[in-house]
């Protein structure tokens, strides 16, 4: 059975709430504002003219652009929506438990971080492989979350 939460606790989660809503309130006025609007319609335009775009001084000057407009936008508070960015594909069991075992003998108590970054991928796909080494008992860890470190059993 939980127990119940102390009065402060409440308190502070009733506060955080209160602060959540002022924050919602304070965005629906800002999406009220003309000006805000067509400087938010700019950004998009910019940011679809700079993703059919191929001369590079014109790239050049439309992110100038949006650069400006975003500080403008950012000065009232009205930041503009992050730009989608294509990524590239994680393809799943990238690495090797050998190649990851191997990275971990050599470098013990690296975290999963720069392993990935020396592995030449991401720490999305290190992760399942170094759980599956941990259940093995090939590898130990020492910390936890980001701060933990593998080393060999």
Not at 80 to 87: D, E, R
Not at 132 to 146: E, F, H, M, S
Request: charged share 25%.
């Amino acid at each position: 059975m939980a127990a119940q939460r102390s009065a402060e606790e409440r308190i502070r989660a009733l506060e955080a709430q209160i602060e959540a809503l002022k924050q919602r309130k304070a965005r629906k006025q800002l999406h009220r504002d003309p000006a805000l609007k067509q400087m938010h319609s700019a950004v998009r335009s910019i940011d679809k003219a700079l993703a059919v775009s191929s001369d590079h001084a014109l790239r050049e000057a439309l992110g100038e652009a949006r650069t400006t407009l975003s500080a403008c936008l950012a000065l009232t508070g009205g930041m503009p929506k992050a730009t989608l960015v294509p990524q590239a594909r994680r393809i799943p069991g990238a690495v090797s438990e050998e190649a990851l075992l191997s990275y971990v003998r050599t470098n013990p108590g690296h975290r999963g971080e720069q392993i990935a970054g020396a592995l030449g991928t991401d720490s999305a796909s290190v992760r399942p492989v170094m759980k599956r080494l941990i259940q093995a008992g090939k590898v130990r860890t020492a910390g936890q979350a980001r701060a933990m470190s593998y080393s060999v059993a």
